[in-house]
């Protein structure tokens, strides 16, 4: 598994041509519903940060949901991802409406005025070496009552869905993964992460221990994917 910081911002930018393909091919399409999950309570006026934008597909969706009132930043420390999430933007006829920083997650917060929310789409997966650091930057960027909204990939709890879960990784995820990228280290290293990452509820406890509150998740796939959600009190 790559725990290097430049190793990892090399290879999600070697990725990023691919990276949107990719992710509609293993999530059967279901991605785009679980990012519209992530930004519903999302409201006009709000300011939104999104931390690991990638190719902006979140960051999208949250300046949906503002309806031409607030602000979305989108954070990202890959040029190659922030790149292709401006040209996104400009064929959305969404060019200029959100804000692109190419900056790492644990340099959080990098501006004094606060945020209404955080979001975070398949991400902090990549984070693990550095989270602690991010999560206490998150806390610090967000308003009192702000709001978090942090989506990923995660083990199922039981037993058989693990199961089903992994046969899916050894072969539909592994052959979009050569198809896509032309070799297997990108779902290697997926795997890697997903393993390598504290379990659902003990990233809640950490959470928890980094100040967050009324903390709540929601599962899909039968856990495959979870997002997570607080407030900072």
Partial sequence: ??????????????????????????????????????????????????????????????????NGQG?????????????????????????????????????????????????????????????????DGIFHALRPGGLIRFLDITEPDHAVMRWINQAYFRTIVRGWGKLCFGDSHPVDYLEDSIASFPRVIEFQSKLASHGFRNLGLKRFLGGTITLYEGVKY
């Fill in 1 to 66: 598994m790559y725990t290097d910081t430049a190793a990892i911002r090399s290879m999600f930018g070697a990725l990023a041509e691919r990276y949107d393909l990719f992710c509609r091919l293993v999530s059967l399409g279901m991605d785009r519903s679980w990012r519209r999950e992530t930004v519903h309570d999302i409201q006009p006026g709000m300011r939104v940060l999104d931390v690991g934008t990638g190719t902006g597909d979140l960051a999208f969706e949250a300046l949906r949901r503002l």
């Fill in 71 to 135: 602000e979305v930043v989108g954070l990202d420390f890959s040029a190659p991802m922030l790149r292709l999430a401006r040209e996104k933007g400009r064929r959305l006829g969404l060019g200029g409406k959100i804000r692109w920083v190419e900056l790492p997650a644990w340099e959080i917060p990098f501006e004094d005025e606060p945020y209404d929310i955080v979001i975070s789409g398949f991400v902090l997966r990549n984070l693990l070496k550095d989270i602690d650091r991010v999560l």
